[in-house]
């Protein structure tokens, strides 16, 4: 079965960086698009950050461009969201999220999510 795992949630202070990582096993992620999204009590889960498997095309959320990097190691199933000038609005719990066919930026579109990590981003 098909499991995605997050780590590196933490507390960190503002400006400050944190690298989560999302480890996926029991299927062929080779063919299915990667996505981090977060979700803040009461309120619905937003995309952060996409990037497709083969090739590595990357997509952002205009909160996060520029300050946040996707990337992912094929040779160990993982994939990586570089999150750094952290703001105390990046706290939230983060998910990654797997899929096949197009990228997508919606949350009902994705097969499979881990269980979360959380992120707090003191001011």
């Known amino acids: 079965q098909a499991q995605l795992v997050e780590s590196g949630g933490g507390l960190v202070q503002a400006g400050g960086s944190l690298r989560l990582s999302c480890a996926a096993s029991?299927?062929?992620?080779?063919?299915?698009?990667m996505a981090w999204f977060r979700q803040d009590p009461g309120k619905e889960r937003e995309f952060v950050a996409a990037?497709?498997?083969?090739?590595?095309?990357?997509y952002y959320a205009d909160s996060v461009k520029g300050r946040f990097t996707v990337s992912r190691d094929n040779t160990k199933n993982t994939v990586y969201l570089q999150m750094n000038s952290l703001k105390s609005e990046d706290t939230a719990v983060y998910y990654c999220?797997?899929?096949?066919?197009?990228?997508?930026?919606?949350?009902?579109?994705?097969?499979?999510w881990g269980k979360g990590t959380q992120v707090t981003v003191s001011s």
């Open positions: 999220a797997a899929k096949p066919g197009p990228v997508s930026a919606s949350a009902y579109e994705y097969n499979y």
């Open positions: 990037i497709r498997w083969i090739g590595a095309s990357t």
């Open positions: 029991g299927g062929t992620f080779s063919m299915y698009h």
